[in-house]
């Protein structure tokens, strides 16, 4: 599969981007017009964090896309897409520090040793910013081979990721479970794609 | 009813009353879904009337009583509390009740009724979210009969001066405001005095996490929530949280010489 350079980079591509910001604005937007239900704050935490996994896991889809549609261009979507997953961490993090801690760094660093699901959850951000800061064509080139064995740690990341989640939920497993069978389906994918060949 | 329900009553706070509308719409009422906005939009399906409450255990009146009869001799009174959910967020409700002490009395507890244990309706067809195992059903609770006895402690019929939705567990629910939310059991079906301390719902389901007392404790942490703190729905900045929610003064006693870290 392919469509024209010109359909890919006009349409396609603005069109994901803009796609990738709508959550960024639901929640803006539902900030301002009070429209979150009863506990907004926590809403808007809980809200940029499903969508920083979600996004998360859109990156990881892309090779096994690209192998099922045989469609090479596809790639080209990948860092916007890695890149927006990080922003959503990172508003979700940064909703965690202020919205529940208002910044009180000793509370924070108690969450941290105390609460397993935190632990994660921040190792997980921490070993996701290297792969974002080196995301740009000058550092691609610069690391060279280094650059791929990196960005494997995507795949630990993720897994953080899931468990972060499943850890969080009081009683209800069912929406980590069900990120965690997509994940297993992307990852299982890479290992029956790299064991066929 | 309308005459007391004018009157302070002096538990109350006078704390700035939490929205009517937040109030009904968040709420953790896990036999309607484990969202806080599905019981709301469930909890419909809820028939309140005609209500039994089944009494049997230690007493001298056990039987199936009606909720009417059962309600007939009490005088309902406000009482505004403040209401601390063990996920970290409180509400301050004005509720519409009678002390639970009055009903005990009425039902004449034997020497052998050392707990009062507590049942919601175990209906899946009134109650969908009851077709998960996602806890054992129905839900039960549990208090010592000191804590049962005390004068705070309190079952439901209303908020607001209005009867209760079923949201919030209509049409009667306990509210026992020194402990955790999930304490304070709704739609009560059943009431049994025993001699053996029940297990409560949250207890079976997690005993590292719940405890049978769960009185509230800034300083017994949760492995998913710091206790410390705590949100008042409506409010953006976090107050402190304080032992057995602010209410010590009439409830401390009750646990004199108690380790409330290992009793937690």
Same mark, same amino acid.
């Given at each position: 599969?392919?469509?024209?350079?010109?359909?890919?980079?006009?349409?396609?591509?603005?069109?994901?981007?803009?796609?990738?910001?709508?959550?960024?604005?639901?929640?803006?937007?539902?900030?301002?017009?009070?429209?979150?239900?009863?506990?907004?704050?926590?809403?808007?935490?809980?809200?940029?964090?499903?969508?920083?996994?979600?996004?998360?896991?859109?990156?990881?889809?892309?090779?096994?896309?690209?192998?099922?549609?045989?469609?090479?261009?596809?790639?080209?979507?990948?860092?916007?897409?890695?890149?927006?997953?990080?922003?959503?961490?990172?508003?979700?993090?940064?909703?965690?520090?202020?919205?529940?801690?208002?910044?009180?760094?000793?509370?924070?660093?108690?969450?941290?040793?105390?609460?397993?699901?935190?632990?994660?959850?921040?190792? !997980? #951000? @921490? *070993?996701?910013?290297? &792969?974002?800061?080196?995301?740009? /064509?000058?550092?691609? $080139?610069?690391?060279?081979?280094?650059?791929?064995?990196?960005?494997?740690?995507?795949?630990?990341?993720?897994?953080?990721?899931?468990?972060?989640?499943?850890?969080?939920?009081?009683?209800?497993?069912?929406?980590?479970?069900?990120? !965690? #069978? @997509? *994940?297993?389906?992307? &990852?299982?994918?890479?290992?029956? /794609?790299?064991?066929? $060949? | 009813?309308?005459?007391?329900?004018?009157?302070?009553?002096?538990?109350?706070?006078?704390?700035?009353?939490?929205?009517?509308?937040?109030?009904?719409?968040?709420?953790?009422?896990?036999?309607?879904?484990?969202?806080?906005?599905?019981?709301?939009?469930?909890?419909?399906?809820?028939?309140?009337?005609?209500?039994?409450?089944?009494?049997?255990?230690?007493?001298?009146?056990?039987?199936?009583?009606?909720?009417?009869?059962?309600?007939?001799?009490?005088?309902?009174?406000?009482?505004?509390?403040?209401?601390?959910?063990?996920?970290?967020?409180?509400?301050?409700?004005?509720?519409?009740?009678?002390?639970?002490?009055?009903?005990?009395?009425?039902?004449?507890?034997?020497?052998?009724?050392?707990?009062?244990?507590?049942?919601?309706?175990?209906?899946?067809?009134?109650?969908?979210?009851?077709?998960?195992?996602?806890?054992?059903?129905?839900?039960?609770?549990?208090?010592?009969?000191?804590?049962?006895?005390?004068?705070?402690?309190?079952?439901?019929?209303?908020?607001?001066?209005?009867?209760?939705?079923?949201?919030?567990?209509?049409?009667?629910?306990?509210?026992?405001?020194?402990?955790?939310?999930?304490?304070?059991?709704?739609?009560?079906?059943?009431?049994?005095?025993?001699?053996?301390?029940?297990?409560?719902?949250?207890?079976?389901?997690?005993?590292?996490?719940?405890?049978?007392?769960?009185?509230?404790?800034?300083?017994?942490?949760?492995?998913?929530?710091?206790?410390?703190?705590?949100?008042?729905?409506?409010?953006?900045?976090?107050?402190?949280?304080?032992?057995?929610?602010?209410?010590?003064?009439?409830?401390?006693?009750?646990?004199?010489?108690?380790?409330?870290?290992?009793?937690?």
């Amino acid at each position: 599969m392919k469509i024209s350079e010109n359909k890919f980079s006009r349409i396609l591509r603005p069109s994901l981007f803009a796609l990738l910001l709508l959550p960024a604005i639901y929640y803006a937007w539902g900030v301002w017009q009070d429209s979150l239900g009863a506990n907004p704050l926590e809403a808007v935490i809980r809200g940029l964090g499903d969508w920083g996994l979600r996004v998360l896991l859109l990156t990881l889809a892309i090779s096994p896309l690209r192998r099922l549609f045989n469609w090479p261009q596809l790639l080209r979507l990948r860092r916007m897409v890695g890149l927006y997953a990080y922003f959503y961490v990172v508003l979700h993090l940064f909703g965690y520090l202020w919205f529940d801690h208002f910044f009180d760094w000793e509370e924070i660093w108690f969450d941290i040793l105390e609460r397993p699901f935190i632990t994660v959850g921040m190792v !997980a #951000v @921490i *070993l996701l910013t290297p &792969l974002a800061v080196t995301s740009t /064509n000058g550092m691609i $080139k610069r690391l060279g081979k280094k650059w791929k064995k990196l960005h494997m740690l995507i795949y630990p990341i993720s897994m953080l990721g899931v468990l972060h989640f499943w850890w969080m939920v009081k009683l209800d497993i069912t929406e980590p479970v069900i990120y !965690a #069978v @997509i *994940l297993a389906i992307l &990852l299982g994918e890479r290992l029956f /794609n790299k064991f066929s $060949k | 009813i309308e005459a007391s329900a004018k009157t302070v009553s002096p538990y109350s706070t006078d704390e700035k009353l939490t929205d009517y509308k937040d109030i009904t719409t968040y709420c953790n009422f896990y036999e309607f879904g484990t969202g806080k906005e599905d019981p709301a939009k469930n909890a419909h399906t809820l028939v309140t009337s005609p209500w039994d409450v089944i009494v049997e255990g230690e007493c001298e009146k056990p039987g199936k009583y009606n909720l009417e009869d059962l309600l007939k001799p009490v005088s309902v009174e406000e009482r505004i509390y403040r209401f601390r959910c063990v996920e970290g967020w409180s509400m301050v409700i004005p509720w519409m009740g009678f002390p639970l002490a009055d009903l005990i009395k009425r039902m004449q507890p034997t020497s052998k009724a050392k707990y009062v244990y507590f049942e919601t309706l175990h209906d899946p067809k009134q109650m969908p979210g009851q077709r998960r195992a996602v806890l054992d059903w129905p839900y039960v609770e549990g208090l010592r009969m000191d804590e049962a006895m005390n004068p705070l402690t309190l079952m439901g019929t209303g908020i607001y001066g209005k009867d209760l939705l079923n949201q919030n567990g209509a049409p009667l629910r306990l509210v026992v405001p020194w402990k955790y939310g999930f304490k304070s059991i709704k739609s009560i079906a059943k009431i049994r005095f025993s001699e053996t301390q029940p297990v409560n719902s949250w207890q079976k389901a997690n005993e590292n996490e719940y405890g049978f007392f769960s009185n509230v404790n800034p300083d017994v942490s949760h492995p998913r929530w710091s206790q410390r703190r705590e949100r008042r729905i409506g409010e953006f900045r976090k107050i402190k949280t304080q032992l057995f929610n602010g209410y010590g003064e009439q409830v401390a006693s009750l646990y004199a010489g108690m380790d409330l870290k290992k009793n937690f």
